[in-house]
């Protein structure tokens, strides 16, 4: 990346207006923008700080610009509740949230430390959510991070804006920029996370040179993008990456261009005429218009030349995206087998149906690759394919790419059944790494919360050394040592990469699809 290139945030924001000044003492800490007072865990082993202003609320004039500091304030603080949600319709029944609601004002970050003082210079975890650019926030109990503190990282969490608010492209907005560039404002926002927490986390007992981001679904796209970004170069050192990369055809880059083109019917829709008239219209009035117009997704990150100098692939292929350890996989059942059977029941004939419908003179080779005769076994195969197409392909190519510039590589498959035999569903690892089984009210067993506890160690262990291996755990090679997989579940083992043959059909092929799924 080159050093040189202009950041995405003003000079004054490189100030950091959040400097963090003096280190904890029992919950208070005193930034330049004021006193911040936090709470902490019932043991009192877990300090907790939410609602953190990273960022000016993105309103009014604000809104559709990159984030701008953060304003400062008199008297204590108190960071003891979640900022609001960024807005959002509600395409996830699986969410729950504990903010108070949405609003355009949302740009708020979480802090759980377990450092009794500034100078233990703990490793730091970022956590990005998923959602598909649509959907999510940092209150979901299960993503709640006081427990995976409690093994000695500071974790962190931000809300970053989503859809219209997040995506929006716009020839005004471009020549306003001073870069040429528009939309991405969501993913600017979790770099500017980022600089809040290099610049300041040591005061809550944290290291900046020692930050792991990482995300699940569209936070697993988001940490690939951060690491082809000018912007976020040097603000992290290791990542994560659980069901996700922007390789494949799911939540593709769009260029500039086509994001602007489409976006201008939403313009249209509006009854607008210029960026003034968008801007004075309520946020709620353009959520409504945007929903209506498709659905997740339907605003996504665009290749702009400025947070983006290129696709990922590109950046990938050229060698210029962060040059650091990466953890990744996917879960086994990603994906619905409905997704290629549509509603036809499950049986050799009706597959192949499909698969020459998807397909064409190619099918031989995929019905070679996910062969089936008897009824489960073509359930299997048809929710194979469904899975690949959807997230563990991308996935697959962005591990692969990452392995071949020489760094170090570990890659996993989450193959652990919800109980109820729901499979190892596109999301369920979230509860496991975070320790937070008891958020939902489901029947686990006591194999569960050892899987869980066994996630969480790798998961630290991997932030605190670039490594996930520790003592008494189940050895995990490096993916680049023979392209070993860690499979996690209730029975942990290791094998070699059955599916390659696959994944490398479907990068020649290049019409991997994204059919709608659950974030």
Same mark, same amino acid.
């Not at 990282?153 to 608010?165: E, K, P």
């Not at 500017?192 to 981001?213: E, P, W, Y």
């Not at 009210?441 to 996930?468: C, H, I, Q, R």
């Given at each position: 990346?080159?050093? =040189?290139?202009?950041?995405?945030?003003?000079p004054?924001?490189?100030?950091?207006?959040?400097?963090?000044?003096?280190?904890?003492?029992?919950?208070?800490?005193?930034?330049v923008?004021?006193?911040?007072?936090?709470?902490?865990?019932?043991?009192? *082993?877990?300090?907790i700080?939410?609602?953190?202003?990273?960022?000016?609320?993105?309103?009014? !004039?604000?809104?559709?610009?990159?984030?701008?500091?953060?304003? *400062?304030?008199?008297?204590?603080?108190?960071?003891?509740e979640?900022?609001?949600?960024?807005?959002?319709?509600?395409?996830?029944?699986?969410? &729950?949230?504990?903010?108070?609601?949405?609003?355009?004002?949302?740009?708020?970050?979480?802090?759980?430390t377990?450092? %009794?003082?500034?100078?233990?210079r703990?490793p730091?975890?970022?956590?990005?959510?998923?959602?598909?650019?649509?959907?999510?926030?940092?209150?979901?109990?299960?993503?709640?991070?006081?427990?995976?503190?409690?093994?000695?990282?500071?974790? &962190?969490?931000?809300n970053?804006?989503?859809?219209?608010?997040?995506?929006f492209?716009?020839?005004e907005?471009?020549? !306003?920029?001073?870069?040429g560039?528009s939309?991405?404002?969501?993913?600017?926002?979790?770099?500017?996370?980022?600089?809040?927490v290099?610049?300041?986390? %040591?005061?809550?007992?944290?290291?900046?040179?020692?930050?792991?981001?990482?995300?699940?679904?569209?936070?697993?796209?988001?940490?690939?993008?951060?690491?082809?970004s000018?912007?976020?170069?040097?603000l992290?050192?290791?990542?994560?990456?659980?069901?996700?990369?922007f390789?494949?055809?799911?939540l593709?880059?769009?260029?500039?261009?086509?994001?602007?083109?489409?976006?201008?019917?939403?313009?249209?829709?509006?009854?607008?005429?210029?960026?003034?008239?968008?801007?004075?219209?309520?946020?709620?009035?353009?959520?409504d218009?945007?929903?209506k117009?498709?659905?997740?997704?339907?605003?996504t990150?665009?290749v +702009?030349?400025?947070?983006?100098?290129?696709?990922?692939?590109?950046?990938?292929?050229?060698?210029?995206?962060?040059?650091?350890?990466?953890?990744?996989?996917?879960?086994?059942?990603?994906?619905?087998?409905?997704?290629?059977?549509? $509603?036809?029941?499950?049986?050799?004939?009706?597959?192949?149906?499909?698969?020459?419908a998807?397909?064409?003179?190619?099918a031989?080779?995929?019905?070679?690759?996910?062969?089936? !005769?008897?009824?489960?076994? &073509? $359930?299997?195969?048809?929710? +194979?394919? @469904?899975?690949?197409?959807?997230?563990?392909?991308?996935?697959?190519?962005w591990?692969?790419?990452q392995?071949a510039?020489?760094?170090?590589?570990?890659?996993?498959?989450?193959d652990q059944s919800a109980?109820?035999?729901?499979?190892?569903?596109?999301?369920?690892?979230?509860?496991f790494?975070f320790?937070?089984?008891?958020?939902k009210?489901? +029947?686990?067993?006591?194999?569960?919360?050892?899987?869980?506890?066994?996630?969480g160690?790798?998961?630290?262990?991997?932030?605190?050394?670039? $490594?996930?291996?520790?003592?008494?755990?189940p050895?995990?090679?490096?993916?680049?040592?023979?392209?070993?997989?860690?499979?996690?579940?209730?029975?942990?083992?290791?094998?070699?990469?059955?599916? =390659?043959?696959?994944? @490398?059909?479907?990068?020649?092929?290049?019409?991997?699809?994204?059919?709608?799924?659950?974030?």
């Amino acid at each position: 990346m080159n050093p =040189r290139r202009k950041s995405v945030y003003s000079p004054e924001w490189l100030v950091c207006p959040l400097l963090f000044v003096t280190g904890l003492a029992g919950q208070s800490v005193q930034t330049v923008s004021g006193q911040l007072e936090g709470t902490k865990s019932a043991d009192g *082993k877990v300090r907790i700080y939410k609602g953190i202003p990273f960022a000016a609320p993105p309103v009014g !004039e604000l809104r559709w610009k990159a984030p701008q500091p953060a304003a *400062k304030w008199s008297g204590v603080r108190q960071a003891n509740e979640f900022g609001a949600r960024c807005m959002q319709g509600r395409p996830y029944a699986d969410m &729950v949230f504990r903010d108070a609601g949405p609003s355009e004002d949302c740009l708020y970050l979480n802090v759980w430390t377990p450092a %009794a003082s500034a100078r233990e210079r703990l490793p730091v975890m970022v956590w990005i959510y998923g959602g598909g650019f649509a959907a999510g926030e940092t209150s979901e109990p299960r993503q709640d991070g006081e427990a995976l503190a409690r093994k000695g990282v500071v974790v &962190v969490s931000m809300n970053y804006r989503l859809g219209v608010f997040g995506f929006f492209a716009n020839a005004e907005l471009a020549r !306003e920029s001073g870069h040429g560039a528009s939309g991405n404002y969501g993913l600017m926002d979790q770099t500017a996370a980022l600089s809040l927490v290099r610049d300041n986390i %040591a005061a809550f007992g944290g290291d900046s040179k020692k930050v792991t981001i990482f995300g699940e679904s569209a936070g697993s796209f988001s940490v690939s993008a951060q690491m082809t970004s000018p912007s976020a170069q040097g603000l992290f050192q290791r990542a994560i990456g659980e069901s996700g990369a922007f390789f494949g055809n799911t939540l593709a880059l769009k260029s500039l261009e086509e994001s602007e083109v489409e976006d201008a019917k939403f313009t249209e829709s509006v009854g607008a005429h210029s960026l003034a008239e968008l801007r004075a219209q309520p946020a709620q009035e353009l959520l409504d218009a945007s929903l209506k117009m498709g659905g997740p997704g339907r605003f996504t990150a665009n290749v +702009d030349g400025y947070f983006f100098p290129a696709t990922v692939k590109k950046t990938f292929e050229e060698g210029n995206q962060s040059k650091i350890p990466l953890l990744a996989g996917w879960n086994a059942d990603e994906s619905n087998y409905r997704s290629v059977l549509a $509603n036809w029941p499950a049986t050799a004939e009706n597959f192949a149906v499909r698969v020459r419908a998807l397909y064409g003179t190619d099918a031989d080779t995929v019905l070679k690759l996910y062969s089936g !005769e008897t009824d489960e076994q &073509v $359930n299997r195969a048809a929710q +194979d394919l @469904a899975s690949d197409r959807f997230i563990a392909f991308g996935t697959w190519k962005w591990i692969e790419m990452q392995a071949a510039a020489k760094e170090p590589v570990w890659r996993y498959r989450f193959d652990q059944s919800a109980p109820g035999g729901m499979g190892a569903v596109h999301a369920l690892e979230i509860e496991f790494v975070f320790q937070t089984l008891r958020s939902k009210k489901v +029947d686990w067993v006591p194999e569960d919360f050892k899987l869980s506890e066994l996630m969480g160690d790798y998961w630290t262990n991997f932030a605190k050394t670039g $490594n996930p291996n520790g003592k008494g755990l189940p050895e995990w090679p490096q993916y680049t040592g023979g392209r070993k997989v860690m499979h996690l579940s209730h029975a942990p083992k290791v094998t070699v990469d059955d599916g =390659r043959a696959r994944y @490398a059909f479907l990068d020649g092929f290049g019409a991997v699809d994204s059919p709608p799924q659950r974030h």
